[in-house]
Each structure stands twice: as structure tokens, then as C-alpha cells.
């Protein structure tokens, strides 16, 4: 038995077991969102907004849950590895690998200015054409952004 050490592996592990994420085997906006919301709660958010539009999907809140635990994993991290999370319970991992295994495009907001999870046309510093402005309140100081489309579960990996 031969083993993927590359740094793709997790992805290809979530990818593998979409059928188990979701119902049906399809990659669905809302169950990745609310699963990361969930996360987000158990971090310490106390008010999280979930927004969907033009099939982008955003996670927001006041509070920095992808800045909050003790780890303090880089954004890079989050969203490319498969990341422990026992303070939801002892064989749990963040969700937010759901993002770059099943969507298209997506990005961070943190402190106002944007960070690129993947893909191209998202600008590190122009916030004034993102999909979110506009559809989540601007109060919510940490934004997650991610495209799904009709080819959900054709994600793209981080270089």
C-alpha cells in the first residue's frame, strides 16, 4: 500500500469521501457553510451570518473564528490541511477544507482587507467589487466567501 505525501493529499481525502459529507454525494453550499458557522460557534462566535447569492456563499461575524484557538493556524493551513479540532469533539477537523475541495473560488475578509484562498480574479486589497459587500452587513468583520457552481466537487487546489 503506497501513501500520497503530497501536499494535495487532504484535499484528495475529502474529495474521496463526498458521499458521506453529502446527501446524495453532491457538494452543497449551505451544508459547508453551516458546517463552518458550526465550527465558528464552537470557537466563541456568538452571532455568525450565513448569505448565499449567485452561488457564492459567505460565512461572516464580528468574531475572528478562523484567528481563535490556542493553534492559531495560518489561513493557508485552514483551508489545505486537515486541521484537529477537538474542541468539538475528539475525531474532528476545521471545515473549512470543505471550501478549497468543493468550490471554485473563494477568499477571506479579515480585518477589512481581503486575503485569496484560491483562484484568480480576487485581488489581495480591492474590496469594493467582492461578492460580499452589499449582501453582508458590514459590521461582520471576518468574511468567508466561496463560488459554488454546477461543478461542485471540481474544487481547486492552492499552489
Same mark, same amino acid.
Given at each position: 500500500?503506497?501513501?500520497?505525501?503530497?501536499?494535495?493529499? &487532504?484535499?484528495?481525502?475529502?474529495?474521496?469521501?463526498?458521499?458521506?459529507?453529502?446527501?446524495?454525494?453532491?457538494?452543497?453550499?449551505?451544508?459547508?457553510?453551516?458546517?463552518?458557522?458550526?465550527?465558528?460557534?464552537?470557537?466563541?462566535?456568538?452571532?455568525?451570518?450565513?448569505?448565499?447569492?449567485?452561488?457564492?456563499?459567505?460565512?461572516?461575524?464580528?468574531? +475572528?473564528?478562523?484567528?481563535?484557538?490556542?493553534? +492559531?493556524?495560518?489561513?493557508?493551513?485552514?483551508?489545505?490541511?486537515?486541521? &484537529?479540532?477537538?474542541?468539538?469533539?475528539?475525531?474532528?477537523?476545521?471545515?473549512?477544507?470543505? *471550501?478549497?475541495?468543493?468550490?471554485?473560488?473563494?477568499? *477571506?475578509?479579515?480585518?477589512?482587507?481581503?486575503?485569496?484562498?484560491?483562484?484568480?480574479?480576487? #485581488?489581495?486589497?480591492?474590496?469594493?467589487?467582492? &461578492?460580499?459587500?452589499? *449582501?453582508? &452587513?458590514?459590521?461582520?468583520?471576518? *468574511?468567508?466567501?466561496? #463560488?459554488?457552481?454546477?461543478?461542485?466537487?471540481?474544487?481547486?487546489? +492552492?499552489?
Amino acid at each position: 500500500m503506497s501513501f500520497n505525501t503530497t501536499k494535495h493529499a &487532504p484535499i484528495e481525502f475529502i474529495r474521496r469521501r463526498k458521499n458521506e459529507i453529502f446527501d446524495g454525494g453532491i457538494p452543497n453550499g449551505q451544508v459547508i457553510a453551516s458546517n463552518i458557522a458550526f465550527g465558528a460557534a464552537v470557537l466563541g462566535a456568538s452571532h455568525i451570518e450565513l448569505k448565499n447569492q449567485n452561488n457564492w456563499w459567505f460565512v461572516a461575524s464580528p468574531f +475572528n473564528w478562523l484567528k481563535s484557538n490556542e493553534h +492559531n493556524y495560518d489561513i493557508n493551513s485552514l483551508f489545505n490541511r486537515l486541521i &484537529p479540532f477537538p474542541e468539538q469533539s475528539p475525531s474532528s477537523y476545521r471545515s473549512e477544507i470543505y *471550501v478549497t475541495a468543493f468550490s471554485e473560488s473563494a477568499y *477571506v475578509v479579515m480585518e477589512h482587507h481581503s486575503h485569496p484562498v484560491f483562484r484568480k480574479n480576487i #485581488l489581495d486589497t480591492d474590496l469594493i467589487d467582492l &461578492p460580499h459587500i452589499g *449582501v453582508v &452587513p458590514s459590521w461582520c468583520s471576518t *468574511v468567508l466567501a466561496f #463560488l459554488i457552481n454546477s461543478n461542485a466537487g471540481e474544487g481547486n487546489f +492552492n499552489s
